[in-house]
């Protein structure tokens, strides 16, 4: 049974830090690209971030380029998104997602399975 188990959201002042974890199992986990998507009220689902198996391909949207860190351990099945500086706008329900290969996409309609969801709410 594949799971992909969030924590890590909470309530943070702007400027603030925070980072989310997602524990995976039920996959070859090496073998899966892991991604992180938003989802604010009243808005489409878009991509944050993603990274292949081994690391060595990362992707940032660009709304968080340079403030939103992904990375993985593969040794504990877990992929991680360091956010700092956040902003007001990064208020949003993050989803933990993987797609199988080594091809990474922007589009959530590509990936595989999906966390429950955490909430990130950043306060001004």
């Known amino acids: 049974q594949v799971q992909l188990v969030e924590s890590g959201g909470g309530l943070v002042q702007a400027g603030g830090s925070l980072r989310l974890s997602c524990a995976v199992s039920?996959?070859?986990?090496?073998?899966?690209?892991m991604g992180w998507f938003r989802q604010a009220p009243g808005k489409e689902r878009e991509f944050v971030a993603s990274i292949i198996g081994s690391g060595g391909s990362i992707n940032y949207a660009d709304s968080v380029k340079g403030r939103f860190s992904i990375s993985r351990d593969n040794a504990k099945n877990t992929v991680y998104l360091q956010m700092n500086s956040l902003k007001p706008e990064d208020t949003a329900v993050y989803y933990c997602?993987?797609?199988?290969?080594?091809?990474?996409?922007?589009?959530?309609?590509?990936?595989?399975?999906w966390g429950q969801g955490t909430q990130v709410t950043v306060s001004s």
């Open positions: 039920g996959f070859t986990f090496t073998t899966y690209v």
């Open positions: 997602t993987s797609r199988r290969g080594y091809s990474a996409s922007r589009l959530y309609e590509y990936y595989d399975y």
